[in-house]
């Protein structure tokens, strides 16, 4: 190694720090963590200027400069390893991984020998402390450099190995908690996950099923003299939170032996072993978590939210959590205690997802493909679950709703991490597809959650454009099913919720399949919206009308009708009524205006009756009254509304009817003229006699008296 001082800088030498050329700042660096007995912030603001110049050696050394990794040899990368020991607190455990990262990436196949070297050596050494530090630095290590660490993991003889450690009569918990860290984080490999269902499987089941209460029996049993051996009772039995640990890799190992979405094995079916294996279920294992986080949170939080997230993924296991109200509210209480941005808390946050998730909706192909897999999966039994079709999870997100999870995730979501806002913005797209559940999550601060979501994840990052479009949906529909005057307000203006309903208002052109649901949604949740006032009509013109026209005229008939509701929502704006249709000199005018009156005359009901609106109010004016008069079909659709079966829509004509016979000047006289040449008079008195409804006949009749000028 180089020669470097094991003098701590002084304060001097701390000024000059920046002056000196990187080789001797990593020098001093690592004669400063290498005296060890400092405060964690001295560790902590070492660790992170290493990892500052490592990670800018990278670029550096692209520039042809030397890199600095040259004078870090074997020492001082133990050095660094040695901060990832669990005996470190946490803030530095952390910061030493984040060093390690830099320095692998920065020192490549020399950084990777080492590391190796460093694992091999101490696990031959098998010491306790020695054993304790390598399965720490090999859990860290999985996720920044798993082809790596997986060979090491792997390697001849060290899984084998493991067992008689842990069956040790002797038990030390801080190596057994250092290894079963190291499984739980090496189950995220396949190969390596295989490898511990091979090697570790009867011990790890051992350990789970120890019965504390059954060892201390046979200990006393078997050996009288332990009452006089002090400590010998805690050291010949597994602890409870590594019992945990081992649930939670046993976990993960049961889990890939069936799809999540498989129903169970019909042991009914003759062709199905009559003797199962006796092993510990992902359900049993669900039902130790479960009970530990009610009866023990504060000690067993972690490990059981864990074993959780992952148990939760079975549909029974999500029936079982969602049917106990006490383990729900504990689940709640667990969120709300949890470190910002914590393991525990995107845990928890996994959880609830994984109970109020819906399968993904599919389109017509999609769902002709499924029965083509389902018939075929027949023949080897593996058909989906029926637990989670949507009746069973529409009920496990009443559920979860009424545990109070809402005001919990509002509240979270304000300190959160982008994946745990992820993960928020899922399970309230799931708890709002439920119409009875969409007033009180607005109550309950969700809308403002959703606009402050979608407006703070950065729009030109790829990753975020599902999860904004996710975020404008769960809007969308919780706004189409309440009151915006008892949303809207105060610090959350109506307008802010505008953008991200426009947001959606187009399909998505970045994906194969186009779902239209998002669309139709927008545009319920604007109409709504543009029900308010004039200030939020405006609003919505300015930044969609664009969008509103297109969908006006789109193939498909759900979205025409929720595109002309909104347009006859816009037009009881007089502003907006006449820049967008009543100004007949501009030809964009007369376009819309022809577009309106022939969706008037639509097969379908709905888009008839909107359209019918939108005329209602624009016939107030005498361009649009004389524009459709002189229009060749234009009298006889109106005529047609007042002819329709539905007493709705011929209120809607007869009024519209009126407006126009009722007009003063040149327009008016020309649409009476019309009229009249379409037998309007004959039909209007039919109008008379069928209907019920007296303000329906009031108007007919004083349509009657202005075509026939008795008025």
Known sequence: MASVSTTAPNAHTRAMHNDLGREDQTLLLFAHLMEGGKEDDETVESLGKLTKLLNDDVEATKKGEKSITAVIDSDCVDTILCYLDMRQTDVVRGHAALCTSAYLKAAGEDGSKKLSAFFLDRIQRGTYDDYIVAFCVAATIFPIVPDLTSELFLS????PSLGPLMRRKWKSRKVETACLEMLNAACMHSHCREAVQKYCIDWLEEIVDQDTEQVVESMYT???????QEGSVSMRRHSIHVQNLAAVVLTKLRLKAVQPDQAPPDLSDPSQP????AT?????????FTQMLIKDPEHSSQSSVEGLAYASIRAKVKEDLAGDPQFLKSLVKTL????PRSPLMYGALSIFLNLTQYRPALTDEQKRISQLKAYADAVGKLQPDPLNDNEHVSARCKRVFEAGLTPVLVTISKTSSVASLTLIISILNSLSMTPSMRGPLAQQGAVRLLIGAWTNLPEGDPKNMTVRRTA????ARILISTNPMLVFGGSTPINTAIRPLVHILLPDQTVDTRDLLPTFESLMALTNLA????DTRRTIVRVAWKDIEELLLYNNPRITTAAVELVCNIVQSPEQAEALFADTSKPQAQTRLKILVALADAEDAATRSAAGGALAALTGYESVVKAIAERERGPEII?????????????????????MVACEGQAGKVAREKFLSKNAVEIVKTVVTRSKRREIVELAVQSLKLMLGKE
Do not use: M
């Open 222 to 228: 078997t050996d009288p003299d332990t009452a006089t």
């Open 531 to 534: 029900a308010v006032d004039d």
């Open 274 to 277: 009559r003797i199962q294996p």
């Open 336 to 339: 709300e205690s949890a470190p």
């Open 280 to 288: 510990t279920s992902v359900e049993d294992l669900s039902k130790k």
């Open 639 to 659: 005529l047609g509304l007042c002819e329709d079966d539905n007493e709705d829509l011929r209120h809607r004509g007869v009024f519209v009817l009126l407006n």
């Open 156 to 159: 001849e003889g060290f899984l």
């Open 472 to 475: 404008a949906q769960a809007l």
